[in-house]
Protein backbone atom coordinates (compact mmCIF):
# COMPACT_ATOMS: atom_id res chain seq x y z
CA UNK A 1 0.00 0.00 0.00
CA UNK A 2 0.83 3.57 -0.88
CA UNK A 3 1.09 6.30 2.13
CA UNK A 4 0.55 9.52 1.77
CA UNK A 5 2.31 10.06 5.14
CA UNK A 6 3.73 8.34 7.07
CA UNK A 7 5.07 9.10 10.89
CA UNK A 8 6.94 7.04 13.13
CA UNK A 9 7.59 7.75 16.42
CA UNK A 10 7.17 11.36 16.62
CA UNK A 11 8.04 12.71 20.13
CA UNK A 12 8.27 17.04 20.55
CA UNK A 13 8.96 18.25 24.06
CA UNK A 14 8.29 21.27 25.38
CA UNK A 15 8.83 22.60 29.51
CA UNK A 16 5.28 21.71 30.22
CA UNK A 17 4.22 19.27 27.22
CA UNK A 18 5.15 16.75 24.96
CA UNK A 19 3.77 15.16 21.88
CA UNK A 20 4.77 11.50 22.77
CA UNK A 21 5.49 8.53 20.26
CA UNK A 22 2.91 9.13 18.09
CA UNK A 23 2.43 6.75 14.86
CA UNK A 24 0.10 7.40 11.93
CA UNK A 25 -0.06 6.09 8.30
CA UNK A 26 -2.25 7.90 5.80
CA UNK A 27 -2.80 5.80 2.66
CA UNK A 28 -3.20 7.61 -0.59
CA UNK A 29 -6.46 8.41 -1.85
CA UNK A 30 -8.18 8.75 1.53
CA UNK A 31 -9.47 11.26 4.13
CA UNK A 32 -8.63 11.27 8.23
CA UNK A 33 -9.86 13.31 10.76
CA UNK A 34 -7.80 14.27 13.15
CA UNK A 35 -9.59 14.95 16.23
CA UNK A 36 -8.50 15.62 20.09
CA UNK A 37 -9.70 18.69 22.79
CA UNK A 38 -7.49 21.73 22.89
CA UNK A 39 -4.40 21.38 24.12
CA UNK A 40 -4.00 17.86 23.20
CA UNK A 41 -1.22 18.31 20.56
CA UNK A 42 -2.96 18.45 16.69
CA UNK A 43 -1.04 21.52 15.93
CA UNK A 44 2.37 20.57 17.24
CA UNK A 45 1.79 17.20 15.22
CA UNK A 46 0.63 18.94 12.27
CA UNK A 47 3.37 21.74 12.38
CA UNK A 48 6.25 19.01 13.27
CA UNK A 49 5.12 17.31 9.93
CA UNK A 50 5.47 20.50 8.29
CA UNK A 51 9.02 21.07 9.48
CA UNK A 52 7.41 24.15 11.23
CA UNK A 53 8.98 23.11 14.80
CA UNK A 54 11.55 20.29 14.52
CA UNK A 55 10.45 17.31 16.33
CA UNK A 56 12.91 15.88 18.86
CA UNK A 57 12.57 12.29 17.75
CA UNK A 58 10.40 10.97 15.09
CA UNK A 59 10.92 9.77 10.89
CA UNK A 60 8.62 11.50 8.95
CA UNK A 61 7.75 10.52 5.23
CA UNK A 62 5.50 12.14 2.73
CA UNK A 63 4.87 10.94 -0.73
CA UNK A 64 6.95 8.79 -0.20
CA UNK A 65 9.80 10.83 0.67
CA UNK A 66 12.09 11.70 3.59
CA UNK A 67 10.87 14.99 4.50
CA UNK A 68 14.23 16.44 5.93
CA UNK A 69 15.78 15.15 2.76
CA UNK A 70 13.54 16.11 0.00
CA UNK A 71 11.30 19.00 2.05
CA UNK A 72 11.53 21.21 -1.06
CA UNK A 73 10.23 18.73 -3.52
CA UNK A 74 7.28 17.85 -0.95
CA UNK A 75 6.21 21.02 -0.33
CA UNK A 76 5.58 21.62 -4.15
CA UNK A 77 3.41 18.56 -3.85
CA UNK A 78 1.37 19.51 -0.78
CA UNK A 79 -0.96 22.23 0.61
CA UNK A 80 -1.75 23.35 3.98
CA UNK A 81 -4.95 25.74 5.42
CA UNK A 82 -5.10 26.97 9.05
CA UNK A 83 -7.49 28.41 10.34
CA UNK A 84 -7.12 31.97 9.57
CA UNK A 85 -5.48 33.75 6.57
CA UNK A 86 -1.56 33.88 6.37
CA UNK A 87 -1.34 36.36 3.24
CA UNK A 88 -1.06 39.53 3.88
CA UNK A 89 -4.35 41.35 4.09
CA UNK A 90 -3.33 44.42 2.22
CA UNK A 91 -2.78 42.33 -1.12
CA UNK A 92 -5.63 41.73 -3.48
CA UNK A 93 -6.41 37.80 -4.84
CA UNK A 94 -4.58 39.23 -8.71
CA UNK A 95 -1.17 40.14 -6.77
CA UNK A 96 -1.31 36.58 -4.79
CA UNK A 97 -2.21 35.34 -7.46
CA UNK A 98 1.05 36.55 -9.30
CA UNK A 99 3.25 35.94 -6.26
CA UNK A 100 2.32 32.27 -6.07
CA UNK A 101 3.13 31.83 -10.01
CA UNK A 102 6.82 32.50 -8.97
CA UNK A 103 6.98 29.92 -6.16
CA UNK A 104 5.17 26.94 -7.61
CA UNK A 105 6.23 25.05 -10.57
CA UNK A 106 3.10 23.49 -10.83
CA UNK A 107 0.87 26.77 -10.35
CA UNK A 108 -2.18 26.87 -12.90
CA UNK A 109 -3.50 30.53 -13.32
CA UNK A 110 -6.38 29.60 -15.33
CA UNK A 111 -7.18 27.53 -13.35
CA UNK A 112 -6.93 29.68 -10.10
CA UNK A 113 -9.22 32.57 -11.81
CA UNK A 114 -11.81 30.01 -12.25
CA UNK A 115 -11.65 29.22 -8.74
CA UNK A 116 -12.07 32.53 -7.50
CA UNK A 117 -15.48 32.76 -9.65
CA UNK A 118 -16.82 29.77 -8.75
CA UNK A 119 -16.41 30.73 -5.06
CA UNK A 120 -17.40 34.23 -6.04
CA UNK A 121 -14.21 35.80 -4.54
CA UNK A 122 -13.59 39.72 -6.11
CA UNK A 123 -9.78 39.77 -7.94
CA UNK A 124 -9.16 43.40 -6.89
CA UNK A 125 -10.69 43.68 -3.52
CA UNK A 126 -7.96 43.42 -0.84
CA UNK A 127 -8.64 40.70 1.68
CA UNK A 128 -8.77 42.68 4.42
CA UNK A 129 -12.36 43.12 3.10
CA UNK A 130 -13.32 39.60 2.63
CA UNK A 131 -15.64 38.38 5.41
CA UNK A 132 -13.88 35.22 7.17
CA UNK A 133 -15.92 32.84 4.97
CA UNK A 134 -14.55 33.99 1.40
CA UNK A 135 -10.60 34.37 3.15
CA UNK A 136 -10.92 30.57 4.05
CA UNK A 137 -12.28 29.81 0.52
CA UNK A 138 -9.65 32.44 -1.31
CA UNK A 139 -7.25 29.93 1.00
CA UNK A 140 -8.71 27.23 -0.99
CA UNK A 141 -8.33 28.67 -4.42
CA UNK A 142 -4.70 29.26 -3.28
CA UNK A 143 -4.02 25.85 -1.93
CA UNK A 144 -5.56 24.16 -5.18
CA UNK A 145 -4.18 26.11 -7.99
CA UNK A 146 -0.99 24.14 -7.84
CA UNK A 147 -1.94 20.52 -8.02
CA UNK A 148 -1.02 19.19 -4.29
CA UNK A 149 -1.63 15.73 -3.92
CA UNK A 150 -1.82 15.74 0.01
CA UNK A 151 -4.43 18.74 1.64
CA UNK A 152 -3.60 19.57 5.27
CA UNK A 153 -6.14 21.38 6.80
CA UNK A 154 -5.81 22.65 10.70
CA UNK A 155 -9.43 24.09 11.87
CA UNK A 156 -9.83 25.34 8.55
CA UNK A 157 -13.58 24.98 8.89
CA UNK A 158 -13.52 26.76 12.40
CA UNK A 159 -15.96 29.36 12.83
CA UNK A 160 -17.45 29.36 9.30
CA UNK A 161 -21.52 29.01 9.51
CA UNK A 162 -23.10 25.96 8.33
CA UNK A 163 -23.47 27.41 5.01
CA UNK A 164 -19.69 28.03 4.13
CA UNK A 165 -18.32 24.92 5.85
CA UNK A 166 -21.33 23.06 3.44
CA UNK A 167 -19.43 24.93 0.51
CA UNK A 168 -15.97 23.51 1.79
CA UNK A 169 -16.73 20.61 2.33
CA UNK A 170 -18.00 20.29 -1.07
CA UNK A 171 -14.60 21.21 -2.14
CA UNK A 172 -12.75 18.30 -0.77
CA UNK A 173 -15.36 16.20 -2.36
CA UNK A 174 -14.34 17.19 -5.63
CA UNK A 175 -10.71 17.05 -4.22
CA UNK A 176 -11.02 13.80 -3.38
CA UNK A 177 -12.85 12.32 -6.35
CA UNK A 178 -8.95 11.80 -7.90
CA UNK A 179 -7.71 8.47 -6.01
CA UNK A 180 -4.24 9.65 -5.43
CA UNK A 181 -5.65 12.88 -3.95
CA UNK A 182 -5.54 12.54 0.52
CA UNK A 183 -6.60 14.84 2.44
CA UNK A 184 -5.56 15.25 6.71
CA UNK A 185 -8.15 17.02 8.51
CA UNK A 186 -7.55 18.18 11.75
CA UNK A 187 -11.23 19.69 13.24
CA UNK A 188 -12.80 19.97 16.56
CA UNK A 189 -16.30 19.99 14.26
CA UNK A 190 -16.53 16.49 14.06
CA UNK A 191 -19.66 16.56 12.37
CA UNK A 192 -18.07 17.47 9.48
CA UNK A 193 -15.71 14.80 9.60
CA UNK A 194 -18.51 12.36 10.13
CA UNK A 195 -19.66 14.03 6.43
CA UNK A 196 -15.89 12.87 4.53
CA UNK A 197 -13.63 11.21 6.90
CA UNK A 198 -12.51 7.51 5.91
CA UNK A 199 -10.34 7.26 9.11
CA UNK A 200 -10.58 8.89 12.41
CA UNK A 201 -7.52 9.48 14.33
CA UNK A 202 -7.76 10.61 18.19
CA UNK A 203 -4.95 12.47 20.07
CA UNK A 204 -5.78 13.28 23.67
CA UNK A 205 -2.69 14.79 26.23
CA UNK A 206 0.18 14.37 23.11
CA UNK A 207 -0.67 10.79 22.74
CA UNK A 208 -2.22 8.82 20.02
CA UNK A 209 -5.37 7.34 21.35
CA UNK A 210 -6.38 5.13 18.37
CA UNK A 211 -6.69 5.03 14.79
CA UNK A 212 -10.01 3.57 13.35
CA UNK A 213 -11.88 3.30 10.47
CA UNK A 214 -14.88 5.66 10.32
CA UNK A 215 -16.88 2.53 8.93
CA UNK A 216 -15.44 0.93 12.28
CA UNK A 217 -16.83 3.88 14.43
CA UNK A 218 -20.48 4.17 12.90
CA UNK A 219 -21.68 0.23 12.65
CA UNK A 220 -20.22 -0.94 15.58
CA UNK A 221 -19.57 1.68 18.25
CA UNK A 222 -23.17 2.67 20.06
CA UNK A 223 -24.48 4.53 23.38
CA UNK A 224 -26.77 2.87 25.74
CA UNK A 225 -28.45 4.94 28.84
CA UNK A 226 -29.84 2.56 31.48
CA UNK A 227 -29.47 1.79 35.51
CA UNK A 228 -26.54 0.25 37.37
CA UNK A 229 -27.60 -3.18 37.14
CA UNK A 230 -27.37 -3.10 33.69
CA UNK A 231 -23.95 -1.44 33.20
CA UNK A 232 -22.94 -4.04 36.41
CA UNK A 233 -24.09 -7.13 33.85
CA UNK A 234 -22.03 -6.04 30.85
CA UNK A 235 -19.47 -7.48 30.17
CA UNK A 236 -15.66 -5.32 30.80
CA UNK A 237 -14.71 -6.41 27.16
CA UNK A 238 -17.73 -4.56 25.88
CA UNK A 239 -17.33 -1.40 27.48
CA UNK A 240 -15.45 1.52 26.18
CA UNK A 241 -16.08 3.87 28.83
CA UNK A 242 -19.08 5.30 30.74
CA UNK A 243 -20.44 8.14 32.36
CA UNK A 244 -22.82 8.56 35.64
CA UNK A 245 -25.75 10.94 35.25
CA UNK A 246 -28.58 12.37 37.05
CA UNK A 247 -30.52 9.26 36.37
CA UNK A 248 -28.46 6.47 35.11
CA UNK A 249 -25.90 5.89 33.58
CA UNK A 250 -24.23 6.02 29.71
CA UNK A 251 -22.25 3.48 28.36
CA UNK A 252 -20.14 3.27 25.50
CA UNK A 253 -19.89 0.35 23.40
CA UNK A 254 -18.02 -1.29 20.90
CA UNK A 255 -19.56 -3.89 19.12
CA UNK A 256 -23.56 -2.82 18.70
CA UNK A 257 -24.75 -5.73 17.10
CA UNK A 258 -23.40 -8.47 18.80
CA UNK A 259 -25.22 -6.81 21.97
CA UNK A 260 -28.21 -6.19 19.85
CA UNK A 261 -28.18 -9.78 19.65
CA UNK A 262 -28.08 -11.01 22.75
CA UNK A 263 -30.62 -8.00 24.67
CA UNK A 264 -33.14 -7.76 21.49
CA UNK A 265 -35.86 -4.95 22.92
CA UNK A 266 -32.57 -2.74 24.15
CA UNK A 267 -32.23 0.56 22.28
CA UNK A 268 -28.69 1.14 21.15
CA UNK A 269 -28.31 4.94 19.72
CA UNK A 270 -25.51 4.97 17.10
CA UNK A 271 -22.32 6.63 18.64
CA UNK A 272 -21.10 9.86 16.79
CA UNK A 273 -17.18 11.17 16.52
CA UNK A 274 -17.54 13.32 19.41
CA UNK A 275 -19.48 10.92 21.55
CA UNK A 276 -16.18 8.50 21.44
CA UNK A 277 -13.80 11.49 21.94
CA UNK A 278 -15.98 12.50 25.11
CA UNK A 279 -16.49 8.79 26.50
CA UNK A 280 -12.59 8.74 26.08
CA UNK A 281 -12.05 11.97 27.70
CA UNK A 282 -14.63 12.25 30.25
CA UNK A 283 -16.00 8.90 30.73
CA UNK A 284 -15.06 5.99 33.27
CA UNK A 285 -13.53 2.89 32.24
CA UNK A 286 -14.73 -0.59 33.81
CA UNK A 287 -12.80 -1.78 36.11
Known amino acids: M ?7 NLTKEYKDFAVKDISLKIPRGSVVGLIGENGAGKSTFIN ?7 PNEGEITILGKDLYTYEKEIKEEIAVIFDRSHYNENFKPSFVGKMLSKIYKNWDNEKFYDLLKDFNIPVDKKIKQFSKGMKMKFEFACALSHSPKFLILDESTSGLDPVFRDEILEILRDFTMEEEHSILMSSHITSDLDKIADYIAFIHDGKMQFIKTY ?24 IVAYKKETFGYKVLIKNRMEIMKVYKDLIIENASIEDVMLFYIRGEKAA
Do not use: Q, R
Open 2 to 8: EYALEVK
Open 48 to 54: SILNIVK
Open 215 to 238: EDIHDNYGVISCKKEFLENLSKED
